[in-house]
């Protein structure tokens, strides 16, 4: 079993829709978490740190689940600008990064 | 304002030879990292650093070295290139565990 699983999607939705993605991790004692963002052919970049009392950052909101060991990522009203790869990471001593869930934001 | 660079953004090589690619950082971040990304694979660490001359492995460590004699630069050398060392290499720094990434080396091994 991977450390850090995703959906690699792809997700594909209307502009407006929400989608929610989740992230599962295997190790209990991750310490902490993350979303990043990339686009295609471009460096990831962090999105958001996900706490555990759950955090929103305008139309994202992130969430974690320690009981179930999963992060979600939720994104409202989607833009086509939001069309990229979501890749969850979580720190046991160093990241270790999901391989990513692709969004298509469509018209 | 350049944050963390990396060169060369592209390069194509033979097996066999020896590649350097270089990662530096303008934060003073203490943490680096050197990931490669490929289909299927995601993001996988292949060494990081904790400060100036403090290097460990990551998950995929074979075929590379790394060196840290200075706080800001994190080079990685592929003593001998292989055909599976082609992929996209990613350099990052962290501070308060947040991972900043550079913006990738394109090496093809031919």
């Known amino acids: 079993r991977k450390e850090v699983e995703q959906d690699p999607g792809p997700f594909n939705v209307p502009e407006g829709a929400t989608v929610a993605f989740n992230c599962t991790y295997s190790n209990s004692a991750s310490q902490s978490f993350f979303w990043y963002r990339q686009d295609c052919r471009k460096e990831p970049k962090l999105l958001m740190s996900v706490y555990s009392s759950g955090n929103e950052d305008g139309r994202f909101t992130a969430q974690l689940n320690r009981a179930s060991q999963y992060i979600s990522l939720l994104i409202r009203d989607s833009k086509l600008s939001d069309s990229a790869t979501y890749l969850c990471?979580?720190?046991?001593?160093?990241?270790?990064f999901g391989s990513g869930t692709r969004l298509q934001v469509q018209p | 304002d350049a944050g963390i660079t990396q060169s060369p953004r592209y390069k194509i090589t033979e097996t066999g030879r020896q590649v350097t690619l270089m990662c530096h950082q303008t934060?003073?971040?203490?943490?680096m990292f050197w990931y490669r990304q490929d289909l299927g694979h995601g993001l996988r660490l292949i060494y990081y650093s904790a400060a100036a001359d403090i290097t460990d492995k990551g998950e995929v460590p074979d075929g590379y070295v790394v060196s840290r004699s200075k706080t800001e630069n994190f080079p990685l050398t592929l003593e001998s290139a292989t055909r599976s060392q082609t992929s996209v290499y990613f350099c990052?720094?962290?501070?308060?565990?947040?991972?900043?990434f550079g913006p990738g080396t394109r090496l093809t091994v031919l």
């Open positions: 990052a720094s962290s501070v308060d565990n947040e991972q900043f």
């Open positions: 990471a979580v720190n046991l001593g160093a990241l270790t």
């Open positions: 934060w003073s971040h203490s943490y």
